[in-house]
């Protein structure tokens, strides 16, 4: 967390006031951090353990994947709020049609249906296998919105082009303390939730116990019956 | 609006998210050890129960469970 506020304060203050959009353009920062957490290491994360999932069937892979798409869709979020505040004062426009707009929109969905699936199912192997395989598909969208404004006419800016990034030097500096500050409370975030996971499966088993000990306890507890009593 | 206003806005939606998702992080912490709590306290009291009821009991309740298919966690 000291490090996301040492990002805040970098893009506050040492990165100069772009000359065309003023401080807006401060945004920037963190929409792309945030761009970067979900598009890379988070949904990355959902796809690499649902393949494993399915191979090794371990629980933990299981956890892991839901903790690290629920971390994703924050952060997609955010990406898609400070978004389109940028462009309101650049594009003039909230939100316009765009590939890349469209195809991160598509992808915040696509994420949502995964936890919303997750919710609706009981807990157990069936329900990590259909979000496993749910989980591989819905990746397929990551790709598209990194190549979207590559392949289809946009207005998106693209600050990495072939011939490296397109950014002032302190502002390329910034740009990298946001993203290194926002993977690291992204693995911060994963760990804490996938642990909330963990101990969540451990409370249903223990609560089994706790239930089974209930019904032992009544009828061990319990006074017989005349119909059990023998004549 | 003008830019500055703008980023204020940006910047209060950033720290509203992740503040927010960390506080339910830690509120949600607090709420599922407590009912761990309460649930192997209750465990603890229903075998202090079954044990004072039945002493000669030889069965581990856990294995049993397990051969129930009831047992572990909700994977099987």
């Known amino acids: 967390m000291a490090l996301v506020l040492v990002a805040l304060y970098g893009s506050l203050v040492w990165a100069p006031t772009e000359r065309v959009m003023g401080d807006v353009q401060r945004l920037f920062y963190f929409h792309m951090a945030s761009a970067w957490v979900a598009l890379g290491p988070a949904f990355t994360v959902v796809f690499a353990c649902s393949i494993a999932y399915l191979v090794k069937r371990r629980p933990a892979l299981d956890r892991v994947a839901a903790a690290s798409a629920e971390i994703g869709v924050v952060f997609t979020t955010i990406t898609l709020t400070t978004g389109p505040l940028w462009a309101r004062t650049v594009w003039l426009t909230y939100w316009t049609w765009d590939p890349r707009l469209t195809t991160t929109l598509i992808l915040w969905f696509m994420y949502v249906g995964y936890l919303l699936l997750r919710s609706m199912l009981p807990a157990g192997e069936r329900r990590a296998r259909i979000a496993a395989v749910y989980g591989i598909v819905a990746w397929v969208d990551v790709p598209l919105v990194f190549m979207s404004i590559r392949w289809w006419r946009t207005i998106h800016p693209q600050v990495i082009t072939g011939s490296g990034m397109q950014l002032e030097g302190t502002m390329t500096a910034v740009l990298f303390l946001a993203l290194g500050a926002f993977t690291l409370l992204y693995l911060l975030l994963l760990w804490l939730r996938a642990g909330q996971l963990r101990i969540g499966d451990d409370l249903h088993a223990l609560t089994m116990r706790a239930e089974w000990l209930h019904s032992r306890a009544i009828a061990t507890t319990r006074p017989a019956t005349d119909e059990e009593v023998p004549s | ?76």
């Open chain 2, 1 to 76: 609006m003008t830019s500055s206003e703008f980023l204020f806005v940006g910047l209060a939606v950033v720290w509203v998210l992740i503040g927010g998702y960390l506080l339910l992080l830690v509120h949600r912490q607090a709420h599922l050890q407590a009912k761990v709590e309460e649930v192997e306290a209750e465990i603890s009291a229903l075998e202090r129960l079954m044990d004072a009821s039945s002493p000669m009991r030889s069965t581990d309740p856990q294995a049993e469970l397990e051969a129930n298919g009831q047992g572990g966690s909700p994977y099987g």
